[in-house]
């Protein structure tokens, strides 16, 4: 998994409609919100993990994706 600064999360089409479902992550993603943002590949991401640094973390991509990662799995279990 790889950091990624969480405005670059927006211009991604598929991830932008799945975000725009998730308040937390909006805010994270629109810079009100500090937090973290994970993704499988900067360039095409997959899978992406967000967290607020407080009390939430949101894990969005396909289920099939995710499992197919086992080193997102082990990630998320770190969390």
């Not at 211009?11 to 500090?34: C, D, F, P, R, W």
């Not at 939430?56 to 994706?65: A, D, E, M, Q, R």
Request: with cysteine.
């Amino acid at each position: 998994m790889h950091n990624m600064e969480p405005k670059k999360l927006q211009g991604i089409e598929t991830i932008a409609e799945e975000l725009g479902q998730n308040l937390m992550s909006l805010s994270v993603t629109e810079l009100y919100t500090k937090g973290i943002v994970y993704v499988d590949n900067p360039e095409e991401p997959n899978i992406y993990v967000i967290w607020n640094c407080c009390d939430s973390v949101l894990v969005g991509g396909g289920l099939k994706i995710i499992c197919s990662f086992p080193c997102a799995i082990s990630f998320l279990k770190l969390l």
